[in-house]
């Protein structure tokens, strides 16, 4: 750029050194206020623009990123603009995702977006995203669970539980295989929405097109396994899997113990993101406290973007059921949503469960939710939920039903007549808790997943075979129910 030595030029030039000294303070200033990881998600992104008039143009390299930042962080930006420039009244984003060089930036003022800042200039965003790579369209049937429509971003409603998480999958949704968002896991307890996070992802990047995507649980990926296994056709298998752009696998904590699954998605997983294909992973625990995933499948686990779904508040739930609600069209008062968010604080799936019961029995019979209808109709529901059924009340139960001591719930006996009450402990826990295996497994002594998993399919088995014994079980759920 020997040419740029006229006045114009130099005076261009002192110009967007200003601007860029004054954008450096900002983004300075906004790292400390967000956070570092805020900050490297959402704003290292922002390219300075050119100056126009009053108003200053911040580039972001896709319109999802510009509309998030516009939304969480527009305002801010604007004030602290006006804060450190007498010149700027205005913020504009927008959008520029073509690849230009310094040289020859479009507009006088938009060299300063490229020029050597900390900012990454948009190639290097770009090269994230290797060109051409999503050749076809499609869901992948053959190989994976279709996704449930329902499940879109829009019908996501954002908190503060879940609101890290939802901007992850919104941005890897946008861009898949960018570096730091793969492979991308989410976590957290049942029905807090990562199933629903997924499907939205998959259903967005269809909908943006060219992609193919896999979506499937973790027990589907073993049970395709180990069925090619069978079929000799394991090669197919892998070569299926290893052909969509976007892998999905739900649940991945039921793979702990499944040695040779795990060993199989490992291969798979390096073999994807190796060839920058994008890895999206939900389980009930972060990467590190997996325990009984090989340590190398966690540690690639944890390397890309690791967000987690924390338990809903009540000002969550209150925004969940008042989305619900309005969609569904009926007219419930906020008392009755207060008060159902009050009460059942577990979930979204049982929020969900509630409301809808409600809003089938105002239809049925044609009269308004009220809260003394609900406080009726959802009168077991809500019994179930004062009196949570836990570990110690089955194993005391069953115990007493057996005339065996407690402590033989955690000993090593294994005589029969110890040993089959505990396994019917172990299955009921499972039917009656959201504990998962491994849990289970401690409060038994310590035993390992694969002792409670063995005990829910004798006992199964057993139900199936003996009617007395079956009654036994059926009268212990009944009494602990109840
Ligand atoms: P998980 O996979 O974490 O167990 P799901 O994704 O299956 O949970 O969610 C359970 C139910 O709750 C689904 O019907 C889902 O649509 C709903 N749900 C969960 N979180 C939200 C949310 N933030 N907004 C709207 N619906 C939600
Ligand atoms: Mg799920």
């Not at 499907?199 to 180990?226: C, D, T």
């Not at 000799?232 to 999905?248: A, C, G, H, N």
């Not at 469960?353 to 609900?374: F, M, S």
């Not at 849990?439 to 004798?458: L, P, Y």
């Amino acid at each position: 750029m020997e040419n740029a030595q006229s006045l114009d030029a130099a005076v261009t030039s002192s110009e967007t050194a200003l601007l860029e000294a004054t954008w450096i303070r900002i983004r300075d200033r906004l790292k400390t206020e967000v956070g570092d990881v805020e900050y490297r998600t959402w704003l290292q992104q922002i390219v300075l623009g050119p100056l126009d008039e009053d108003e200053i143009v911040l580039f972001l390299p896709s319109r999802f990123l510009r509309d998030w930042v516009r939304g969480q962080y527009g305002e801010r930006l604007q004030t602290l603009w006006r804060q450190e420039s007498k010149v700027i009244q205005r913020v504009e984003l927008q959008v520029r995702k073509e690849t230009t060089s310094p040289a020859n930036a479009a507009g006088g003022g938009a060299s300063a977006a490229t020029s050597a800042t900390a900012s990454p200039s948009p190639e290097s965003i770009e090269a994230e995203v290797p060109n051409a790579r999503f050749p076809t369209h499609e869901i992948r049937s053959d190989l994976a669970a279709p996704l449930d429509p329902r499940f879109t971003f829009e019908s996501f409603v954002v908190g503060k539980p879940n609101e890290f998480a939802y901007a992850c999958a919104r941005r890897v949704a946008e861009r898949p295989s960018s570096p730091g968002f793969n492979p991308l896991f989410l976590y957290g307890g049942v029905g807090l929405g990562k199933t629903h996070l997924m499907h939205a992802i998959g259903s967005e990047l269809i909908r943006m097109g060219n992609v193919s995507v896999a979506y499937m649980s973790a027990e589907k990926f073993m049970y395709r396994f180990i069925a090619s296994i069978r079929a000799q056709s394991t090669m197919e298998f892998k070569e299926q899997l290893r052909s969509v752009d976007v892998l999905m696998i739900d649940d991945l904590q039921f793979l702990i113990g499944k040695d040779n699954t795990q060993e199989e998605f490992f291969h798979t997983f390096n073999a994807l993101v190796d060839a920058g294909r994008q890895i999206i992973v939900s389980a009930d625990k972060s990467p590190s406290d997996l325990s009984g995933l090989e340590d190398r499948l966690r540690t690639r686990l944890g390397c890309g973007m690791v967000a987690d779904i924390h338990a809903t508040t009540f000002e969550l739930r209150i925004s969940i059921l008042e989305a619900k609600a309005k969609a569904s069209g009926v007219a419930v008062p906020s008392k009755v949503l207060e008060y159902l968010a009050h009460k059942i604080t577990s979930n979204v799936r049982e929020l969900e469960g509630a409301l809808n019961r409600l809003i089938a029995h105002a239809d049925l019979v044609g009269r308004p939710v009220t809260l003394e209808t609900t406080q009726d109709v959802l009168k077991d529901m809500l019994k179930a939920h004062e009196r949570r059924v836990t570990i110690d009340d089955i194993q005391r139960k069953v115990a007493e039903h057996w005339n065996i001591r407690l402590t033989d719930m955690s000993s090593a006996r294994r005589a029969r007549a110890v040993a089959r009450p505990r396994q019917v402990a172990m299955y009921l826990a499972k039917q009656l808790t959201s504990r998962s295996l491994p849990e289970i497994g401690r409060k038994f002594g310590n035993r390992d997943h694969t002792t409670v998993m063995h005990a829910v399919s004798r006992v199964t088995e057993l139900i199936e075979e003996d009617p007395t014994f079956a009654e036994s079980v059926e009268l212990l759920r009944h009494m602990l129910e109840n």
